[in-house]
């Protein structure tokens, strides 16, 4: 598809078993729609029956490492919805935008300035900079009115789970906050912790399970 004269790839995945939803899914800022944490993550939301619709962002296609400004991020997310709408049409059901971190981001302020969907579900949300708490990107977050999932790790080094706690008192929207104990920004969690990395995406998978029975 393309967006500002530029080509970009995007891949739908329809859900496992019956479809209750289309997730239309954001990378982070260092990754990919094909890197490890989104292809997993994505799998286990579609034993779930969410469809997925994965994309590049525009510097990730031209293999660029440096993320475009968010007016264009945000020009492409909402670029590959309309396209997503376009060729789904009927069979589409609840609409949800997000993604992993950047990319989660990137959707809230869509959904800050009022983008049609019907949820929004951010994993791993970055909050601030890692050792930046201070440099908070909350100031959108209020302005936010569909259902909301955010899914953090206790140990994201781009979340901490106080300060996000203080941020949500000023939240307007129906927002559920899950936090998964010992995860970090990747959902990875230590040995020490006596849990798997499976574990934790079955934890993510049953908790948008529920989330997605109330949006639906």
Known sequence: MVVDSE????????ADDEQR????AAHGAGG??????????????RRRGFGIVRFNFLYKERKSGRPDPMPTLMRTFAAVVDQTRA????????????????????????????????????LAYPLHPAGKPEQLRDAHLPRITMPVLCINGTRDALCTPEIMRRVLTTVRAPWEMHWLEG????????????????????EVGDVSDRWLAQLS
């Open 87 to 122: 060729e789904l049409g009927s069979q589409m059901g609840p609409l949800v935008i997000g993604g992993r971190s950047m990319g989660g981001r990137a959707g809230s302020m869509l959904a800050a300035d009022g983008f049609a969907a019907d949820g929004l579900l951010l």
């Open 21 to 24: 939803a289309v997730f239309v």
């Open 32 to 45: 990919s729609m094909m890197d490890r944490g989104m292809t997993s993550v994505t799998t286990t939301l």
């Open 183 to 202: 995860a970090d920004h990747s959902f990875h969690v230590l040995k020490s912790s006596g849990r798997t990395d499976a574990e934790v995406l079955t």
């Open 7 to 14: 080509e970009t790839s995007a891949l739908y995945e329809p």
